[in-house]
């Protein structure tokens, strides 16, 4: 695992800038609103597995790209 690189943490202080000014547009803003940043890296994970390695299905049925 590699250390952050100052883009990586700009990237982070601005996400998590964010979460103040998005706050009203929501009605309930719990703990999963303000721990959201913490999901990111898994939706990068999934994001990049879905370009990668795509599945593809019809009918109901699944095939291996």
Do not use: N
């Not at 700009?10 to 009203?24: D, E, H, Q, T």
């Amino acid at each position: 695992m590699r250390r952050p690189t100052r883009l990586d943490l700009a990237l982070l202080a601005v996400r998590c800038a964010l979460l103040v000014p998005l706050s009203g547009a929501y009605a309930r803003r719990g703990v999963a609103f303000w721990a959201s940043p913490l999901a990111d890296p898994l939706t990068a994970v999934a994001l990049t597995r879905g370009a990668v390695r795509p599945s593809r299905s019809w009918r109901g049925r699944t095939y291996e790209a």
